[in-house]
């Protein structure tokens, strides 16, 4: 295989406890493409969100690290930028004013002007031109999760990072983002590593379904290749029956090998 | 016939809809007008009825402190050297604070933030602030006299000394209590030091600053009126002292009142202050 663009390598990650350190995640590797979409799934509390930080630089690895073209990488930066869970937004800057604040960091010596426009295009591109001058605490769940996801593009990420983009919202707008987000990314296909714990949205959105064990010290535990063409829609791959198999396959690691945590041991 | 009983019961309702909730919230608004006259003329009743029945000492009934005081209202304003107006009394006292505030502003966001972002000035002044902050304000005065040796310095010393803890103490609970979603932007970003301090940590902190310095500015009105009291000259508080030495009773309650004005002024100032500068979540 060719140089990976995104390598995990081997990471591990131990918190001290007063009973000792608590392994969280084992050996963790995995080589990541450029331009790939990679899910990371599993269930609930196995360190995903861990791995994420990790990768992000936020959270530092016990062993192991990140190599990101050919560099190690242990430190925060806009070249890994993250969506965050809750968004993560400036509750006192308005739409804009948070995309742009990211865009000033990122460009320090670009015009103004170009500084603006390029706030100004990705705004548009989530649909949101219109509700640049609203504060984060004046638009709705779905609308402030466009924001967040135009700041994180606006930085042009190498590697961009959700962490469970979708989960904070309801199940129709939850789907309706889904849709809208995979095709921004069909236009330009930057590398985005998902962690989520919602099989339809791995096999709708990924390339590759990395399916983490249970904790403690989860690892990765089998990787599914997502065989669908893209474009890719809910409609066409509802009825392929390559969906009902590799679902079948998800599921069957998820419940039958790892259902119960002491299994995971 | 319950259709017919309907339709017959069915346009009185509608109508005992329509009146009752406009006068329910005409009553309402009146209410926060009527109710609180009310009450200030069954209290001033009750020291009338009190003082005439000859229970209130030397204090007047209100209907002889308003006799009493009309000379004072007509020179109000003024500013003679031996009839300085309670306009000036106040202005002089506002002045104080003025100026013990701002100080207290100042150094108190300044050192809370010190507090708040670095963990070893937490741990080096927090035991010291938290035993200094108890001492009640007019203690701070002699040490204030003796080092400054002035009256005028010193009252503003106690200002600042009284107002400057709940500062210190807010900001800092504020800019500890930065949330870590913000603190990951900021890394993820890498913003500069001054844009993080600037756009995400005092931002962040404001609504606490504001909360002390509110808390402040009514600390420093009370302790104002007890350290005038003690070092003299042109200001409210050696005004009402003078007043209770020269017996001018009614003069003392005037500008009592007035003190409680301006401190109810000071304090909505800086609350809609807050509101104006801190964003809405």
Known sequence: MIQPFLELSYISKAFPTPKGPFVALKDVALKIRKGEFVALLGHSGCGKSTLLNIVAGLSQASAGGVILEGKETDQPGPDRMVVFQNYALLPWLTAYENVFLAVRSTMPGAPESERRSVAERYLALVGLAAKADKRPGEISGGQKQRVSIARALATRPKVLLLDEPFGALDALTREEMQEEVLKIWEADRTTVLMVTHEIDEAILMADRIVMMTNGPAATIGEVFEVPFARPRSRAEILEDPAYYTLRNRILAFLYDRFGEPVLAD | ?281
């Open chain 2, 1 to 281: 016939m319950t259709t017919t009983n309907k339709t017959v019961i069915a346009p009185a309702r509608d109508e005992a809809a329509g009146s009752t909730p406009q006068l329910k919230a005409l009553l309402e608004r009146s209410g926060t007008v009527v109710l609180p006259l009310v009450a200030v003329a069954v209290f001033l009743g009750l020291w009338q009825a009190l003082s005439a029945a000859g229970l209130t000492g030397t204090l007047p009934g209100p209907l002889q402190v308003v006799q009493d005081v009309q000379p004072l209202i007509v020179g109000f304003f003024n500013n003679s050297e031996n009839d300085v107006g309670v306009a000036w009394q106040l202005a002089a006292s506002l002045q104080r604070v003025a100026i013990g505030y701002s100080l207290a502003a100042v150094v108190g966001v300044a050192v809370g933030i010190l507090m708040g972002s670095m963990r070893p000035f937490q741990l080096a002044l927090d035991p010291i602030f938290q035993v200094l902050r108890t001492i009640p304000p007019l203690a701070w005065l002699p040490i204030a006299l003796a080092a400054l040796s002035q009256a005028n310095p010193s009252a503003i010393f106690v200002i600042f000394i009284t107002a400057v803890w709940p500062i210190i103490i807010n900001t800092a609970v504020g800019v500890r209590s930065t949330p870590q979603d913000y603190r990951n932007v900021a890394s993820v970003l890498k913003l500069s030091k001054p844009t993080y301090f600037f756009e995400i940590l005092l931002p962040s902190a404001a609504s606490y600053i504001f909360t002390g310095l509110r808390i402040a500015v009514g600390l420093a009105w009370l302790a104002i009126v007890a350290a005038e009291m003690l070092t003299g000259g042109v200001g409210i508080g050696f005004f009402i002292w003078d007043s209770y030495n020269s017996s001018r009773m009614a003069d003392i309650i005037l500008a009592v009142l007035c003190v409680g004005v301006v401190g109810f002024v000071l304090d909505r100032t800086i609350y809609y202050a807050g509101r104006l500068l801190v964003a809405s979540e």
